[in-house]
């Protein structure tokens, strides 16, 4: 093994955002050696994984799970459950920790890794939406390097790359507008779970998914990209692209706009945040601009869209209230796939549980936690 080869932990190993960043892995076996996987449920794919990469140790979320993954892994140290997801993240002998797992679950392990001096490739943009200003801390205090795995943010970052600080105008952060676009505002509350988890260009989990379907995944990049780039809310606009081939765009104060252009294809970034600053060779699909013919660009419609204005609403107002909104949705969401409540009642439940809770002006992560804890299972009684 080169001396050069980066040892990663890869939790949420077995979705898709971890899924593609074993694809960018297994091109370059000399650049990248797996010490660490994890799962929420899937144990059979993650004995897969582990059987073709030789993790030292591995996590399965679900108990009744353990068992199998123990069996079929005997050589391999298999934890569980949550106190084995942020064991694994808090061990320090990887170079970097790819956080891939899905919703709030996704903020302690963040935590943890910093707390160990691990450098993040961030795919869970709810940790920054939960923790921004206390993860920013931590990140100066244990001097540790924090890559953006998102598309939108992935952008923004490469748009920044040389330049000053004090010349950036604004970011604009863009997307597809999901699938109800063009849709009637009049029919969102007829809207079904398999129109709603049908996106017009991008291939991801369920829950991001619906968070793309009402927007909310757009203000939640909105306060993701505040806490990224340092940058106050009203610098930070949403375009709607709905070709999804700028993946976001940085304009400078004399009326220059830098943009970053690819397919729709998360390995791209994922592959970006593990090689910084390299941009690696790679055979997949290549963007041809004749082929996409026309790029086409839109406002986002706030009112059919009411999460984005709930989401600059959450900024702008600051403290418990970005934990709040991002709690609420999730459970929300959940809700909606569970087919408890109608589409148009994610905004409604969200908003309510906003106004219900006790602010807390400067959270910390006792208070966060708690929080988290009371949004649940407010939804869940709504």
């Known amino acids: 093994m080169s001396s050069n080869t980066k040892i990663l932990s890869v ?29 929420h449920s899937q144990a059979d794919l993650l004995i897969e994984q582990a059987l073709e990469f030789s993790p030292s140790a591995v996590s399965i979320g679900d108990p009744d799970q353990y068992g199998k993954v123990k069996q079929a892994l005997p050589g391999v140290e298999v934890l569980q459950g949550r106190s084995g997801l942020l064991e694994l993240a808090g061990r320090d002998d990887v170079d970097t920790m790819l956080n891939a797992l899905v919703g709030s679950a996704g903020m302690e392990p963040t935590i943890k890794s910093i707390q160990a001096s691990v450098d993040i490739a961030l795919s869970n943009k709810e940790s920054l939406v939960m923790a921004g200003d206390f993860i920013n801390g931590l990140l100066e205090k244990h001097n540790v390097n924090l890559f953006p795995v998102d598309s939108e943010h992935s952008a923004i970052w490469q748009c920044l790359v040389g330049e000053a600080p004090e010349d950036i105008k604004r970011l604009v952060v ?41 927007m909310m995944n757009k203000g939640l990049e909105v306060i993701e990209a505040r806490w990224l780039f340092h940058l106050p809310a009203d610098k930070i606009d949403i375009v709607v692209h709905p070709q999804s081939i700028i993946h976001s765009m940085v304009e400078f104060l004399d009326g220059s706009v830098k943009a970053q252009l690819g397919i729709p294809d998360m390995k791209i970034p994922i592959q970006y945040a593990l090689s910084y600053p390299r941009h690696l060779k790679q055979d997949w699909e290549q963007l041809d601009l004749a082929k996409v013919g026309t790029l086409t660009f839109e406002e986002p419609d706030l009112e059919k869209f009411k999460c984005i204005q709930l989401a600059f609403d959450a900024l702008e107002q600051g403290g418990s209230v970005p934990v709040v909104l991002n709690v609420a949705n999730e459970e929300a969401v959940y809700r909606f796939l569970d087919g408890e409540i109608p589409f148009n009642s994610i905004p409604e439940l969200i908003t309510k549980a906003i106004d219900a809770h006790e602010f807390i002006e400067h ?5 966060i936690l708690a929080l988290e804890r009371w949004t649940q299972a407010f939804i869940k009684r709504s």
């Open 11 to 39: 939790l949420g190993a077995t979705g898709s955002i971890g899924v593609n960043a074993l694809n960018v892995v297994r091109s370059y076996p000399d650049l990248y050696r797996i010490k660490y996987l994890s799962a």
């Open 174 to 214: 863009t997307g597809s507008g999901g699938p109800f676009r063009t849709l009637p505002i009049e029919s969102f509350a007829d809207i079904t779970i398999a129109q709603a988890l049908k996106h017009p260009n991008w291939a991801m989990g369920r829950k991001i998914t619906i968070d793309s379907a009402t």
């Open 363 to 367: 959270p910390n992560l006792d208070d």
